[in-house]
């Protein structure tokens, strides 16, 4: 099983509210991310969690706070985000010890298409 | 920092025709992954080439990396309307994160 499971698939939200996006793998894996993406451009990092810590935050402003509650689990909250924000937000999962390590590859969730209004 | 450039950013094809995108790292890598994005989709692994002069083939797709391990190419032969989508090499450096190149829009026509 190669699957990572993102929830929700589509989202709307204003600028003021609340919202977290949710990610899920079983494949064991111990590094997980959150990427952004936006029409016509590579996937752009934002965080990574390896072993449950997080390890990378690529100066992502602090409207998008990460989480990750087990191995399993990955929680993107997001509050007060901004209309630029409107993005495809990927979750990819790889094995673990850095994607330098051979094997260490990536597989990515479907994806939560997030339009902020 | 670690820059990968793609070329070219789009390509439109007739069906039957081979296609090639190209990746060029501004450092040596440790490896090379390939993803294929379907139009509406999300990135989809495809390989990893390690070695220098690695070639891998999967049936008519043909992936080399350079013997300097800083470029990689990806080769359709005889594109099919399924091969419709963008493509996108990430280099790895040490214990680094991917660097995605921009991609190869390539779009096939029947």
């Known amino acids: 099983d190669t699957e990572v499971t993102q929830t929700p698939k589509h989202l709307v939200m204003g600028m003021t509210n609340k919202k977290s996006l949710k990610c899920e793998q079983h494949?064991?894996?111990?590094?997980m991310y959150w990427y952004k993406q936006k029409a016509k451009k590579p996937p752009e990092l934002m965080f990574v969690?390896?072993?449950?810590?997080?390890?990378i935050n690529e100066s992502v402003p602090s409207r998008f706070s990460p989480e990750c509650p087990n191995s399993s689990l990955l929680n993107l909250h997001l509050h007060a985000l901004q209309p630029e924000d409107s993005a495809l937000y990927l979750c990819?999962?790889?094995?673990?010890?850095?994607?330098?390590?051979?094997?260490?590859?990536?597989?990515f969730g479907p994806g939560t298409r997030l339009t902020v209004l | 920092g670690q820059q990968v450039m793609q070329i070219p950013q789009y390509q439109h094809v007739q069906e039957g025709e081979d296609f090639t995108t190209y990746c060029n790292s501004s450092?040596?890598?440790?490896?090379i992954q390939w993803y294929k994005q379907r139009p509406g989709g999300h990135p989809v692994f495809l390989i990893q080439?390690?070695?220098?002069?690695e070639v891998k083939k999967q049936k008519r797709l043909t992936f080399q990396f350079g013997e300097a391990k800083k470029n990689s190419s990806l080769h359709i032969t005889a594109t099919q309307t399924t091969d419709v989508g963008t493509y996108f090499c990430?280099?790895?450096?040490?214990?680094?994160?991917?660097?995605f190149g921009k991609g190869t829009m390539l779009l096939v026509s029947p």
């Open positions: 990819a999962s790889s094995q673990g010890g850095g994607p330098g390590e051979t094997g260490d590859t990536q597989y």
């Open positions: 494949m064991g894996h111990r590094a």
């Open positions: 969690y390896s072993y449950e810590k997080l390890s």
């Open positions: 450092t040596t890598l440790s490896n």
């Open positions: 080439l390690v070695k220098s002069g």
């Open positions: 990430a280099g790895a450096s040490g214990y680094s994160t991917l660097t």
